[in-house]
């Protein structure tokens, strides 16, 4: 291990006054006619150096010190209690820089997370590199809010912000890709207390900050670590006097103990239970053909990650305590499958492997996940080749019953005639795991869901559960980066002791929060 330095303390700038305006909670509805276009359904696409195209995604769960689970989870800002939201845009116009990016923070309350129309007064903010106090500045195509994570990194109590712009120049050294932070305080996230974070070793086209999590991964600091993932694997990083020092490395694209994996997304859970969090590195993997996804586990520890065993699956990945037997649980999804895989594969997959003394396994003989397609008993629909069932999953209590519940989203699904526009599912947990009974799924042509279903909105590119009210159940947000031509949006579904609820569900755009709308892929990354 190497303890070299590499984040900058900024201790200049001034905080962003997050008080909003009143008006009727409602948010921005969409039901206008509007052009179609393309939807992004996760934080941005890269063509990899293998020409395999994978969308970088958000970490799915970021840890907690002691070990993450879906009840505690990283996402206070303020220590309040209550969950807040952090999105990225990561093509919004900032500052006539087109690309440059921003993100949005909203802040839970009794009444959960609002805009600045909201009634009774909600609290948001918009960040980008054109805020005081925020390092670098906004430059074309830096896509500052690609990933966005959160985690507490000097153990004060308050959450604190991680935002990957992995299309962000190091000195001349092209894509190279940065990070920043911004610290958590009693009044939310702060501006006069930031790190910007670069790789240790930057190199051209690296993009580093792709995805990005936190959690504490070994016993070497009682904090929370960040991992941040570029195009070889992930590089962490531990604070410690006002900095943040690189302290491992792992290459995925080089792995001799396991499946090489052009990796993709970041994911964290405490699967054996023993209060260090374990790192999951997902993606493509050239040994076979990039025909599927896959999943490097490497388990925390007192010193050090090591590499534990890799896992078939892993587009999308997401982990929670399922079946609440006190070991977080790998959800993972699959797009791209083989032959050997459920009926109903080539429309996706979500499986599940569940926690125990030895991490995440699946199922004897040869270590399967617990495997669900749309064709599952009690799942409504009909699974059909492209609709990426599975490319999008959050897990946590949705009906306060003490069980994991996990939303999936359908970026490909089609509602009709209409081609791509998107849809969400949720399963239940249960004392057996994972179960079709009680299933729901979502789309804009579900009543009372604003909105009207259009090809290619993407809806439910991305998605978070989340408690923004603290009453034991987590609503759903998902994302539709597509919408109204590009420019994005979000939708908030209420939950119930029965479920998700389309009642009461409500919609917005960057707008609705005083961030520049227009192409900015709104939506495209959610803090899980």
Do not use: C
Not at 101 to 124: C, D, E, F, L, M
Not at 498 to 518: E, F, I, M, Q, R
């Amino acid at each position: 291990m190497t303890s070299t330095y590499i984040g900058t303390s900024i201790e200049t700038g001034t905080s962003i006054d997050a008080s909003t305006d009143t008006s009727t909670r409602t948010g921005t509805t969409f039901r206008s006619r509007r052009t179609k276009t393309s939807a992004a359904v996760a934080a941005a696409s890269f063509l990899l150096l293998t020409g395999v195209s994978i969308a970088a995604a958000p970490s799915a769960l970021a840890g907690v010190p002691g070990g993450t689970s879906a009840a505690d989870r990283n996402s206070d800002f303020d220590g309040d209690g209550y969950d807040d939201v952090l999105i990225g845009a990561p093509d919004g116009t900032v500052s006539g820089k087109e690309g440059a990016g921003y993100v949005t923070v909203q802040y839970g309350a009794a009444n959960g997370i609002g805009v600045n129309n909201s009634v009774p007064k909600a609290r948001t903010a918009v960040f980008s590199q054109s805020t005081a106090g925020v390092p670098g500045s906004s430059e074309t195509y830096d896509s500052f809010g690609s990933a966005v994570a959160t985690g507490d990194l000097d153990g004060d109590g308050y959450d604190d912000a991680l935002i990957g712009a992995p299309g962000e120049d190091v000195g001349e050294t092209e894509n190279a890709g940065r990070v920043t932070v911004l610290f958590g305080s009693k009044t939310g996230l702060r501006t006069d207390r930031v790190l910007n974070l670069a790789a240790a070793s930057p190199e051209e086209g690296a993009r580093f900050g792709m995805s990005v999590t936190a959690a504490r991964f070994t016993g070497t600091t009682p904090n929370d670590m960040v991992a941040v993932l570029d195009r070889r694997g992930a590089q962490l990083f531990t604070y410690e006097g006002g900095t943040l020092h690189h302290t491992d490395s792992v290459d995925t694209t080089e792995h001799p103990a396991g499946t090489a994996i052009q990796p993709g997304y970041l994911t964290t859970g405490d699967y054996d239970s023993d209060g260090y969090a374990e790192l999951v590195i997902s993606g493509y993997s050239p040994d076979d053909g990039y025909k599927q996804g896959w999943s490097s586990v490497f388990a925390g520890g007192e010193s050090a990650v090591t590499h534990q065993r890799d896992l078939n699956g892993g587009l999308g990945t997401a982990s929670g305590d399922v079946n609440n037997d006190g070991y977080d649980d790998l959800v993972v999804g699959q797009s791209k499958t083989s032959a050997d895989q459920p009926q109903g594969a080539n429309g996706g997959l979500v499986g599940v492997y569940y926690g125990g003394e030895e991490g995440p396994v699946g199922q004897e003989p040869d270590n399967a996940p617990q495997w669900w397609t749309q064709d599952s008993p009690g799942v409504p629909g009909t699974a059909e080749e492209g609709d990426d069932w599975g490319g999008e999953l959050s897990v946590d209590d949705v009906d306060g019953d003490g069980y994991a519940d996990v939303a999936v989203g359908a970026s490909g699904e089609d509602v009709g005639t209409v081609r791509d526009a998107g849809a969400v599912w949720l399963l239940r947990g249960s004392a057996e795991g994972l179960t079709g009974t009680g299933a729901q799924s979502f789309d804009q042509n579900t009543a009372y869901v604003p909105g009207v279903v259009e090809e290619s909105d993407g809806w439910g590119g991305q998605i978070r559960l989340a408690d923004t009210d603290r009453d034991g159940r987590s609503e759903l947000i998902a994302a539709a980066p597509g919408e109204n031509t590009r420019d994005g949006a979000v939708w908030v579904l209420p939950a119930s002791t029965k479920g998700l609820v389309a009642d009461g569900s409500w919609s917005y755009g960057g707008a609705a929060l005083g961030a520049p709308a227009t192409r900015a892929a709104f939506g495209s990354a959610v803090d899980e």
